[in-house]
Each structure stands twice: as C-alpha cells, then as structure tokens.
C-alpha cells in the first residue's frame, strides 16, 4: 500500500530549519519511500505506545514505510500500516558535521547509544522518539538504542538502516516515578542511490525568508495537547522576538518565530485547491502539510513536536500579499488545530503588519558589458573633474604643438644654413 494522502512524515522533519546570525534558513527535504522494510514493537503493560501489545509490520505484507535523513546524523522512519496505525520513530545521533561532540560520533554509526533523550528536547542527541497508536512520551523520555547498520548516500539518500531500541516514558513530577517501556527494531533495505542524485539541500540554497516589522503571535491548549504540552506561548516583535513570513505563490503562507529567549516555533496556512489565500473560515480535515493539493492545510509545529495526522481549522481575518511574489504585507488568522485528529487542541492567533513592498523596478537593461564578464569596465567621468580633465588635454596637446613647431623651426634653419648660398660651390 502506499502512504495515505493525509499521512506523511511530520512537516517539522520536513523542512530543516537553522538559526543563522538571526535569521531563518529553511531547506526543503522530500521523504524517501522505502522498497524493502519491516517494523517491530512490543512494550510493558502500561506502555502509552504500545499499549502492552506486540505490532509488527513489514512492506512485503502491504504495509507502507517512508525515510527522511540529515547529513546522516539524524533519521525519521514513518510506517502506515495496512490495519491503519501510524508509527513514527526517530534516531538523533549526538552531535552533527557541523557540530561535532568531542568523543562522540557525528553520524549515525554503528553501534549502542545509551542515556538517550528525546528528540528536539535533546540538544545534541543522542535522540530517540517512537510514536503511535496516537501516543507519545513527550519530553519524558529516555532509554537506548543500537545501530546495527547504516548506508547513506547522496542528497540524504538512505540506503540501509537496521536498528533496536528501548524507549522508556517516564511519568511523575518533578521526579519520574513510573517508567514503561517499549522495545522494538527496524529494518530497511533500497537499492543503491541513482546515479546523479542530488546533494543535501544547505542553508545558502534557499534565501531567508523576510523578518516582520511588527507582528506577534500567541497560542495556548488543552491540557493533554501535543504541541502547547498544555501552557500558553506569546511572542511579540515589540518585545525582541523574531518573527518571518512568507508566501508561496500566494496560497500557502508560513510564519517562523524565533523568540529571544530560544523558542522556535512554525504556522503554515494552505488554502484549498489552486485558491490563494482570502479572508474566510477553513475547516480542514486529516492531512499532512506535504500534501499542498489536498488543502485547506494547517500546521503548527516547534520544540522539537510535530503530529502526523491533523485536523482543525482556520479563520483569515485580513491577507495583503505581495507584488513581489513572496512579501507578506498583512495577515492576522485565527487557527484551532487538533494532533493526531484527536480531541485536545491548540488555539492561538497570529498578526504580521509590514509596510507596502518597494515598487519593482522597471529599469531598461544593463548594458552588455554588464552581463558579459569578460568585458572591460567603461570608464565614467565625474562632472566636477570633468574641466580639469579638459584644461589637462588642452595643456598636454598645446604642449605637443609647441614642441612640433619649435622642431620644424630648428629644422629648417639647418637646412638653409647647410644649403650653398649664392656663388658658392
């Protein structure tokens, strides 16, 4: 079978997004569909995930499987299977290429990686997150797992992956008291990449979207939701925080906040069809951010927590968007999303208020030498040293013609003093 239209890897995993000298810098990854894989788990009895059953799944039974990879230090695994449960598992390894852990592997290695958090929570990994049955452990988890094999290869590409992990969700406050347990493998096989595969997306491929001259954005939930953990977010230009925006193609708008004290979070507003974004009151159903054509779609995600399935809806209350393609004027929505399709829910506004976009320019061309860089620099005259330029010329071509003259004087003077006068011989 192959993934539901409404069911891809969790958007947050879809975009890689850094923080770069305050700006935001998003590079698009597309999920890699897995030919061959299987997937096992099993837990305690009180286990949120599986819910002290044993699931097993494999794609030689029907069940579907996707990937999505980064520099080869971290791996999303989605699997939907064919009695229609979503499964999510995530492995981080403790550091990155660009940001290595002295001591520790930047990559996904083979090998056991003990005293784990969760994802997104963790800094520098090691990360692991497995989700399902509707369930997660939040940020309440810790536990193990072993690599027994990884291949990747160009543009993310993941050719091999086999794993076990023990995930243990920790329940109590301040100190956890109860922990259950869910253990499980994986394992997936593609062939080799296709010749000519691209490479990884980096953060100079993609521009940074443009920073909002005034703008906030607040959301709070209900107690056993997902992405507000149950508390309440406010964040404000006004205030030092960060905010962007921006449209594609006029139907899909996405805002990022960094705030000043670290928070990162991200909205998205799709609206249906091939419409653009207009004042109104969407109602979405069950879907995936990655499935643009499906909507009207409706995402929020950050710290590290994205769901799978979403429903909810939106109202936009006002929606100014370019000329240039992109600029976001102004925008204020309303939006209520529910993760997993399940009855919490988030609720938040968001305002962005900039002034109008610079006309475009209508200039004529460059000249050719403009475009063509082999060409030579054409010299331009400043109007204040043109005169002197001028007095200079004259001076220097007033000086060649006395010299010439004084020359041909002298000349002809020799000539008629060595001439033989009259009566000479």
């Known amino acids: 079978m192959t993934m539901p239209r409404w069911w891809r890897l969790p958007a947050a995993a879809l975009s890689l997004t850094a923080a770069v000298g305050g700006l935001v810098v998003t590079a698009a990854v597309e999920p890699q569909p ?12 009180g286990d949120y995930i599986s819910q002290g059953q044993s699931w097993s799944y494999s794609t030689s039974n029907g069940d579907a499987m996707e990937t999505l990879s980064s520099s080869s230090s971290f791996i999303r695994i989605a699997v939907h299977g064919a009695d229609d449960r979503l499964w999510t598992l995530a492995f981080d390894a403790p550091g990155t290429p660009d940001q290595p852990v002295p001591g ?11 005293e784990v958090h969760a994802v997104g929570s963790n800094g ?25 094999n990884a291949v990747f ?17 920790r329940e109590g406050e301040p100190t956890p008291d109860v922990v259950h347990t869910t253990r499980g493998e ?83 507003f799709i609206a249906p069809g091939t419409q653009l974004i207009s004042p109104g009151t969407y109602t979405s159903a069950p879907h995936a951010i990655t499935q643009l054509d499906n909507g009207p779609g409706l995402e929020l995600t950050g710290e590290g927590r994205a769901c799978g399935a979403i429903a909810g809806s939106f109202t936009i209350i006002n929606a100014v968007l370019g000329p240039p393609e992109g600029y976001v004027q102004t925008f204020d929505a309303t939006f209520e999303q529910h993760c997993e399709a399940g009855e919490t829910a988030a609720r938040g506004e968001v305002h962005i208020s900039n002034p109008p976009a610079p006309p475009e320019s209508n200039a004529p061309p460059t000249p050719e030498s403009a475009s063509d860089p082999t060409a030579k620099p054409v010299a331009t005259i400043n109007p204040i040293s043109a005169p002197l330029l001028l007095i200079g010329a004259t001076v220097v071509a007033g000086g060649v013609l006395l010299v010439t003259v004084l020359l041909v004087t002298v000349g002809l003077i020799l000539v008629n003093r060595a001439r033989p006068g009259p009566g000479r011989r």
């Open 34 to 45: 897995v030919t061959t894989g299987s997937f096992s788990v099993s837990g305690d009895p």
């Open 104 to 114: 520790q592997p930047a990559v996904l290695a083979p090998g056991t990686y003990t």
């Open 124 to 148: 520098r990994g090691p990360g692991l997150e497995v989700t399902g049955n509707h369930a997660s452990c939040g940020d309440n988890v810790s536990g193990s797992f072993t690599i027994i």
């Open 153 to 169: 290869g160009p543009g993310d590409y993941v050719q091999t992956f086999d794993a076990t992990f023990e995930q243990d969700c």
């Open 186 to 268: 994986v394992h997936i096989s593609n062939p080799p990449p296709p010749p000519g595969r691209a490479p990884s997306p980096t953060p100079e491929s993609s521009p940074p979207p443009p920073i909002v001259a005034s703008g906030s954005l607040s959301f709070t939930g209900d107690p056993d939701d997902w992405i507000s953990q149950g508390m309440t977010y406010s964040y404000d230009v006004s205030n030092g925080d960060a905010l962007y925006a921006d449209s594609q193609s006029g139907r899909k708008i996405t805002i990022s906040v960094i705030s000043y004290n670290g928070d990162d979070w991200r909205l998205t």
